[in-house]
C-alpha cells in the first residue's frame, strides 16, 4: 500500500476514534447526573418510554429516549415497580436501579379513628393525597365488592378503624378492599359461634355496635350500654339512641337540637320514631364496641335489666326502672352545680 493511502488510512481510524470517544462521552453525559431532586409518578402499568419522559420532564434525566433504551435493552423495562418516588437526579444507571426494586415508592400512614363515618375517611385520604372522593362513592355504592353479610346499600360499619399504610398510587377499590379485609379478621370462628347463640346477624352485630361506640364515653361503658340497647330491643321498646338522628340529619353530636325539631325528623334512623335498629350502621365501630354486643353487661346487681342510661358529670348513670331513671336525671343533669 502507498505511503499517502497508509496516512489516509490512519487518519480515518483516528477520525473515527475520536468521533466514537466523543459519542460515547456525550451519551455518558446524557445518562449522567443532573443534580436534581424531583417527586415522579410511574403509573401502574408505564412503559420505559413512558417513565423516560416522566424523569425527563422532572430534570432527572437529560434524554429520555436514551434512558428509554436503556431501560428496554438491560430488560429493566419489564421490572419497573410503579409509584411515587422521591429520586435524585444521580445518573441514568442508579435511577434505573431505584425504580426496579432498588428504593420502596413513598407511602402514607392514615389511622381511622373508631366511631367516624365514611364521610370521615373521604376527607383524611384527600387530605393524604389519596382519592377521597372516589373511596367515598365506592363506600356508598360498592357493587360487586359488598360481601354477603352487607345488607345495606353501602359500605358504613365495615369500614374497619385501625392504622393502615398505603403507597401514593392506592385506588378506592384498594383502600376499600384492605378495610374490609381488616373487618373480616375480626370475624372469628368464636365470635361467629357467639353471633349464632345471641341469635345475632352480621349486619345487626355491626348496626348495634355502630351506636354503642358512639353513644360511649369510653370502652369500659360499651358493655352496659349495649346490655341497655339489646334489653330494649328484646321489649320492643325504641333504642331512643341521639346518634341514631344525628345521623340520619348529616350532623354531629353536639349539633342537635330539639328546639330546632331535629328529633321529630322523619327517618327510619330516627330511633325516636321507629322501634328496633336502624336500617344499618351509623358509623364504622372498632373491636371494643362489637365485642361489647356479644358480651354485655344486662342487668344490675338484683338482676334487673337495665333499661335507661345517661351521661352526665363525667360518669354513665343507668336504670332498671323509669322512676329511678328520671330522679337520677333531676339530680345529677337537671339540678345546679
Do not use: C
Not at 417527586?39 to 436514551?66: C, D, H, K, Q
Not at 320514631?273 to 336502624?278: A, E, H, M
Amino acid at each position: 500500500m502507498p505511503e499517502g493511502s497508509r496516512t489516509w488510512l490512519w487518519r480515518g481510524v483516528l477520525a473515527l476514534f475520536v468521533t466514537f470517544a466523543l459519542l460515547l462521552l456525550y451519551a455518558l453525559w446524557l445518562m449522567g447526573p443532573t443534580g436534581k431532586e424531583a417527586m415522579v409518578r410511574i403509573p401502574r402499568g408505564a412503559r420505559g418510554v413512558e417513565v423516560a419522559r416522566v424523569l425527563e420532564e422532572a430534570g432527572l434525566v437529560r434524554s429520555g429516549r436514551l434512558f428509554a433504551a436503556y431501560l428496554r435493552f438491560s430488560g429493566r423495562e419489564r421490572r419497573l415497580v410503579p409509584g411515587v418516588y422521591r429520586l435524585q437526579g444521580d445518573g441514568a444507571f442508579r435511577l434505573a436501579r431505584a425504580l426496579t426494586g432498588g428504593e420502596k415508592p413513598l407511602a402514607v400512614t392514615l389511622t381511622f379513628p373508631e366511631g367516624q363515618r365514611a364521610v370521615d375517611y373521604a376527607e383524611r385520604l384527600s387530605q393524604a393525597g389519596l382519592d377521597g372522593e372516589g373511596f367515598l362513592r365506592l363506600a356508598q355504592d360498592p357493587g360487586g365488592l359488598k360481601p354477603p353479610y352487607v345488607e345495606a346499600k353501602g359500605l358504613e360499619g365495615y369500614l374497619f378503624p385501625a392504622t393502615y399504610t398505603f403507597d401514593l398510587l392506592a385506588t378506592p377499590e384498594e383502600v376499600v378492599r384492605a378495610m374490609l379485609r381488616r373487618f373480616e379478621a375480626e370475624l372469628t370462628p368464636p365470635v361467629r359461634r357467639l353471633l349464632e347463640e345471641r341469635h345475632l346477624s352480621v349486619h345487626a352485630w355491626v348496626t348495634l355496635a355502630s351506636i354503642v361506640q358512639v353513644e360511649a364515653g369510653s370502652e369500659a361503658e360499651m358493655p352496659k350500654i349495649a346490655g341497655v340497647f339489646l334489653n330494649r330491643l328484646e321489649r320492643g321498646m325504641p333504642l331512643q339512641a341521639d346518634p341514631t338522628v344525628a345521623y340520619a340529619l348529616g350532623k354531629s353530636l353536639p349539633e342537635l337540637s330539639r328546639r330546632a325539631g331535629d328529633f321529630a325528623v322523619d327517618s327510619p334512623y330516627n330511633t325516636y320514631r321507629y322501634q328496633g335498629l336502624p336500617p344499618g350502621p351509623i358509623a364504622n365501630p372498632g373491636r371494643a364496641a362489637l365485642l361489647a354486643v356479644l358480651n354485655p353487661v344486662r342487668t344490675d346487681e338484683k338482676g334487673r335489666p337495665y333499661l335507661y342510661f345517661f351521661h352526665a358529670k363525667g360518669r354513665l348513670f343507668l336504670n332498671a326502672d323509669f322512676e329511678g331513671h328520671l330522679k337520677d336525671l333531676a339530680r345529677h343533669r337537671y339540678s345546679s352545680p
